[in-house]
């Protein structure tokens, strides 16, 4: 599973109907919904949630320029800038069936016009969702409070490349998201990771970590070497009458020569979501079929 997210572009008009929304600490149905705005567009976006932090910018870069962007705040002390991106508009239906527009700002740091590349390293978004009023507006259904911050290589999202139509499912009785991998490699090591991204209607949108996606050294030994590993970590959701679903974690292959770390290979974990600590927590594990 290496899709998610980000794939559907949406070119609409502009000017903003209402005063831009502040994250709040608690989650409001009532007061998202206040928040509506005449289309989609990169412009109509922008004013809305981003009024009075917009700059010009100037960013030598071929990924800056091929999406709608702008600056936002002033340089800090180390002469870093925020860039904010608008990524294609994806589509999503919610546990009702009803169509969901999901809206993705990434923010990226640019240093002497330039994107920041750093090792590893991703950048950070704003998700917003709206759905679509009988008078042709859109109106806001949930955000993420604060900007969530997407680990990948090289500045940019691991989410780009994705498509969340076909990876949506549901994680909960009334949830909807996606699990999604998060991965780099470098001198011939590959290390991914699983999370998950909730799109939920009575609370902030989030991401969250899972756990090991897998990992192989197949750039450095190949497979005869005795040093060689190569194994992948495989995710299944466990639907139950539950407000989030655990996901289980199966790991097949070849572990690497490790020894701080326990045996783990064709083994199962379960992972169950604690809406206190607002984390996935291993509940128990097996050895897999």
Not at 127 to 132: D, Q
Request: aromatic share 12%; with cysteine; charged share 20%.
């Amino acid at each position: 599973m290496n899709k998610l997210l980000l794939s559907l572009a949406l070119s609409l008009g502009a000017l903003s109907v209402t005063p831009a929304m502040a994250a709040a600490p608690a989650f409001s149905a009532s007061q998202m919904a206040q928040v509506r705005i005449k289309d989609l567009s990169f412009n109509e976006v922008m004013r809305q949630f981003y009024n009075g932090q917009m700059v010009p910018t100037v960013a030598d870069d071929t990924y800056i320029d091929s999406l709608p962007n702008i600056g936002l705040g002033r340089a800090d002390s180390t002469a870093y800038r925020t860039v904010a991106l608008m990524r294609p508009i994806e589509l999503y239906d919610n546990t009702e069936g009803e169509q969901r527009y999901l809206v993705t700002i990434e923010k990226v740091l640019v240093h002497d016009d330039s994107l920041e590349y750093c090792f590893p390293c991703g950048s950070k978004a704003d998700l917003y969702s709206f759905k679509k009023l009988n008078n042709g507006q859109f109106q806001l259904v949930s955000r993420t409070s604060e900007s969530v911050e997407f680990s990948s290589i090289y500045s940019s999202m691991d989410l780009q490349n994705n498509d969340l139509y076909d990876t949506l499912q549901a994680l909960g009785e009334n949830l909807v998201g996606s699990i999604f991998m998060s991965g780099y490699m470098r001198q011939g090591y590959t290390t991914e990771s699983w999370a998950v991204l909730h799109l939920p209607e009575n609370d902030f949108i989030n991401t969250y970590a899972l756990g090991d996606a897998g990992s192989d050294n197949n750039g450095a030994y190949d497979s005869e070497s005795s040093l060689n590993y190569d194994y992948e970590g495989i995710v299944e959701v466990m639907p139950e009458k539950s407000t989030y679903y655990p996901i289980k974690l199966t790991y097949k292959g070849i572990a690497p020569d490790d020894p701080e770390r326990s045996d783990f290979i064709n083994k199962s974990f379960v992972m169950k979501f604690n809406p206190v600590k607002k984390v996935y927590e291993t509940t128990s594990s097996f050895a897999a079929l």
